[in-house]
């Protein structure tokens, strides 16, 4: 197993979490809207001495690159810069809505729906959501996303034959999302926050795939500037990236 440290900052929480061979996962994860970059750093210092480790000694660090919250995304992916490049690791990117799809499928609440697709849909502000589709690929592995990540108006959401939605978006603009769809109440989980567990879980997978990049090739994920990256273009930053190291 890679020891990974993971960070995310793409929302109102702060977290880190730090995975060490086949120990359970040493995390610091609190809400803390502006307080995150007074507190990444020494979160970071701390999960290290909890685990006597340091951060040379690492395989690798997975960072969130979004979508999100523009300055948080923005001080995750700083932060990483600096301390990868002082060490000389490579890093390893993770969208947070499939770190979002992946903490989704260990809740209780999904386990006992059991969908077969679902929507991760989190607010992105000035009226709009980020959302994408997924499918689910058993119980022992990570989510498949099926679509594009997407940049719309919450009416515009597509839940066509979506068994679950989940997201920040919910809480949002509820009344927004369900114009031409309706889900149960149960099959609707709103409280589910970005975490740096999720994060791991995917760079844990990303890892295996040898997906880790230079840090020189590291960038946040904007959305609003260009509505998703194709398949094509995913292959080949991470093509750039494996073969720029």
Same mark, same amino acid.
């Given at each position: 197993?890679?020891?990974?440290?993971?960070? *995310?900052?793409?929302?109102?929480?702060?977290?880190?979490?730090?995975?060490?061979?086949?120990? *359970?996962?040493?995390?610091?994860?609190?809400?803390?809207?502006? @307080?995150?970059?007074?507190?990444?750093?020494?979160? $970071?210092?701390?999960?290290?001495?909890?685990? !006597?480790? %340091?951060?040379? %000694?690492?395989?690798?660090?997975?960072?969130? $690159?979004?979508? @999100?919250?523009?300055?948080?995304?923005?001080?995750?992916?700083?932060? +990483?810069?600096?301390?990868?490049?002082?060490?000389?690791?490579?890093?390893?990117?993770?969208?947070?809505?499939?770190?979002?799809?992946?903490?989704?499928?260990?809740?209780?609440?999904?386990?006992?729906?059991?969908?077969?697709?679902?929507?991760?849909? $989190?607010?992105?502000?000035?009226?709009? $959501?980020?959302?994408?589709?997924?499918?689910?690929?058993?119980?022992?592995?990570?989510?498949?996303?099926?679509?594009?990540?997407?940049? %719309?108006?919450?009416?515009?959401?597509?839940?066509?034959?979506?068994?679950?939605? &989940?997201? %920040?978006?919910?809480? &949002?603009?509820?009344?927004?999302?369900?114009?031409?769809?309706?889900?149960?109440?149960?099959?609707?989980?709103?409280?589910?926050?970005?975490? &740096?567990?999720?994060?791991?879980?995917?760079?844990?997978?990303?890892?295996?795939?040898?997906?880790?990049?230079? +840090? /020189?090739?590291?960038?946040?994920?904007?959305?609003? !500037?260009? +509505?998703?990256?194709? /398949?094509?273009?995913?292959?080949?930053?991470?093509?750039? @990236? +494996? !073969? @720029?190291?």
């Amino acid at each position: 197993m890679p020891q990974l440290l993971a960070i *995310d900052t793409s929302s109102a929480w702060c977290s880190v979490a730090l995975s060490l061979d086949h120990q *359970d996962p040493i995390l610091r994860h609190e809400e803390v809207s502006a @307080g995150a970059s007074r507190l990444l750093l020494p979160w $970071i210092d701390e999960v290290l001495a909890q685990a !006597n480790q %340091s951060l040379a %000694s690492l395989d690798a660090i997975a960072i969130g $690159i979004g979508p @999100g919250a523009f300055t948080g995304v923005r001080l995750g992916v700083a932060a +990483v810069q600096g301390l990868a490049l002082s060490t000389d690791l490579p890093v390893i990117p993770v969208v947070s809505l499939d770190a979002i799809a992946a903490q989704l499928t260990k809740s209780v609440q999904f386990k006992d729906h059991d969908p077969q697709h679902f929507v991760v849909a $989190i607010d992105a502000r000035m009226e709009e $959501i980020y959302w994408a589709k997924y499918r689910s690929n058993g119980m022992d592995c990570l989510p498949i996303r099926i679509s594009e990540i997407q940049l %719309s108006k919450p009416e515009d959401i597509d839940l066509d034959q979506v068994d679950y939605l &989940a997201g %920040s978006a919910l809480k &949002a603009y509820e009344s927004r999302l369900f114009g031409r769809y309706s889900l149960p109440a149960q099959a609707c989980d709103g409280d589910i926050a970005i975490s &740096a567990l999720g994060i791991l879980d995917y760079a844990k997978q990303l890892w295996a795939e040898g997906k880790q990049i230079p +840090v /020189t090739k590291l960038e946040p994920l904007y959305i609003r !500037n260009k +509505v998703a990256l194709t /398949t094509a273009e995913r292959e080949a930053i991470f093509s750039q @990236g +494996v !073969n @720029g190291g």
